[in-house]
């Protein structure tokens, strides 16, 4: 059990560490306005708190997503390992394929959030 503990975190260490570079790089340019003030003109979005709302919503959600996929992931690895090494007992065999099937089931799942997610925060 301390071995699954581990790669789990260190699993997660790695992801984090891959995603929230990108997320920083892929975050858009605060100042977009920059230009238009410096000629003197005035630019006003009008909707800033709404979108720095809609900014923290899509960050949660994609950070629980990228957490979840994750634990997919090492769901699906274990189910694996389960699998080959049911020797033939066909109880170990059934828990092997029922761990598979679940993770790809809860993947699935967070792929539909983050669809819906997108899709509601469009038509706002």
């Not at 699954?4 to 929230?20: D, E, F, K, P, Q």
């Not at 059934?94 to 993947?107: D, F, N, R, V």
Request: glycine share 10%.
């Amino acid at each position: 059990m301390k071995k699954y503990i581990l790669a789990l975190l260190i699993t997660a260490g790695l992801v984090m560490a891959v995603v929230s570079p990108t997320l920083v790089l892929a975050a858009p340019a605060d100042d977009a306005c920059a230009g238009i003030t410096a000629a003197g003109g005035t630019c006003d979005s009008g909707d800033a708190a709404k979108a720095g709302f809609e900014k923290i919503i899509t960050t949660v959600i994609d950070i629980l997503s990228v957490i979840v996929g994750a634990a997919a992931v090492i769901m699906i690895i274990i189910g694996g390992f389960r699998y080959v090494a049911s020797a033939g007992d066909a109880n170990a065999t059934k828990a092997g394929k029922e761990t598979i099937l679940y993770a790809l089931i809860g993947l699935a799942i967070v792929i539909f959030a983050q669809i819906v997610v997108s899709f509601v925060l469009s038509k706002l």
